[in-house]
């Protein structure tokens, strides 16, 4: 039988460092900590809406969805309250998807931008 290597004993440091030789030269500053987003908000990001029709009984809905995925599903619901809110119209957060209720993506768009998103679709 053939003798076994440890390849996860991380007691045995390498016997050649591979990146000895590399000169980096004078590396920038890193960012300040100013340009932190809020601790209560994540930083927004790219959003796309489509309409959709279909298994609702001829409602139309305009979905909302692709949120990055540091979104808390308490964020997204937060979101989607102050949408609701915001357009004027009813709907839910479906899985990571906020369902908004009616036709009017021009609105839903332009609170979405308001939010610092990056609106795709519709």
Known sequence: MAKKIPVSDSAQPLAVNPFAALDLGPLP???SGDAAPAAGRPAPGRVVLRREKSQRGGKTVIVVGDFAPHFTPA???DLSRRAKQACGCGGT????EIELQGDDPARIRRFFEAEGFRVAGV
Do not use: N, S, V
């Open 75 to 77: 964020a997204l619901e």
């Open 93 to 96: 957060l479906a899985g990571r």
């Open 29 to 31: 500053a890193g960012p």
